[in-house]
T-cell receptor, first 112, second 114 residues
Framework: EDKVVQSPLSLVVHEGDTVTLNCSYE??????LLWYKQEKKAPTFLFML????IEKKSGRLSSILDKKELFSILNITATQTGDSAIYLC????????????FGKGTKLSVKP | NAGVTQTPKFQVLKTGQSMTLQCAQD?????MYWYRQDPGMGLRLIYY???????DKGEVPNGYNVSRLNKREFSLRLESAAPSQTSVYFC?????????????FGPGTRLTVT
């Protein structure tokens, strides 16, 4: 059965801390690994990772994929209270269309 | 651009009632999706429409039907609601295949079935 497992499920840190969120996957016909940030409502796209070992960066966020060990990490440096959210990891699988299988998410709380 | 819009925002149904959740996007996207999100379960794909005129089942299609009315609109119908369908429903769209294009999500519909 295909699955995406995120850890930890929740995390509380203080502003300025660096955090690492983990995502492991077992997905048939795996194509890519995606990260989303979900604040109060809709998930918003962060990264799509298709190649192993190539880091993607956006400001204080970065992510990397290891296709041999079947995992990805999302790093957030110098955390701010605005980083508080649920971070979702999803495996993209299938043929030309591709569909997503999501993990349960990591709830990050950043305290002032 | 409004992006992806969903109506209603909230709905309470009694068991056995039917309703349709509406979704529209103004980004001229080809592909549209319906997900449900339950506590501790993450997002799960119900149905998707790769392009106008086509629909396909996702991971959890039982109890639902969909209609891709035109390129802009993709509706989700519950014919006979059950308490197990209490969830937050998200519609999403993408320019094309998810292998190439990111999905944009609507604000969600919170449905409670009593």
């Amino acid at each position: 059965e295909d699955k995406v497992v995120q850890s930890p499920l929740s995390l509380v840190v203080h502003e300025g801390d660096t955090v690492t969120l983990n995502c492991s996957y077992e997905v048939t016909n795996f194509r890519s690994l995606l990260w989303y940030k979900q604040e109060k409502k809709a998930p918003t796209f962060l990264f799509m990772l298709t190649s192993s070992g190539i880091e993607k960066k956006s400001g204080r966020l970065s992510s990397i994929l290891d296709k041999k060990e079947l995992f990805s990490i999302l790093n957030i440096t110098a955390t701010q209270t605005g980083d508080s959210a649920i971070y979702l990891c999803a495996g993209l699988y299938g043929g030309s269309q591709g569909n997503l299988i999501f993990g349960k998410g990591t709830k990050l709380s950043v305290k002032p | 651009n409004a992006g992806v819009t969903q109506t209603p925002k909230f709905q309470v149904l009694k068991t056995g009632q039917s309703m349709t959740l509406q979704c529209a996007q103004d980004m001229n996207h080809n592909s549209m999706y319906w997900y449900r999100q339950d506590p501790g379960m993450g997002l799960r794909l119900i149905y998707y429409s790769a392009s106008e005129g086509t629909t396909d089942k996702g991971e959890v299609p039982n109890g639902y039907n969909v209609s891709r009315l035109n390129k802009r609109e993709f509706s989700l119908r519950l014919e006979s609601a059950a308490p197990s369908q209490t969830s937050v429903y998200f519609c999403a769209s993408s320019e094309g295949a998810s292998t190439l294009y990111e999905q944009y999500f609507g604000p969600g519909t919170r449905l409670t079935v009593t």
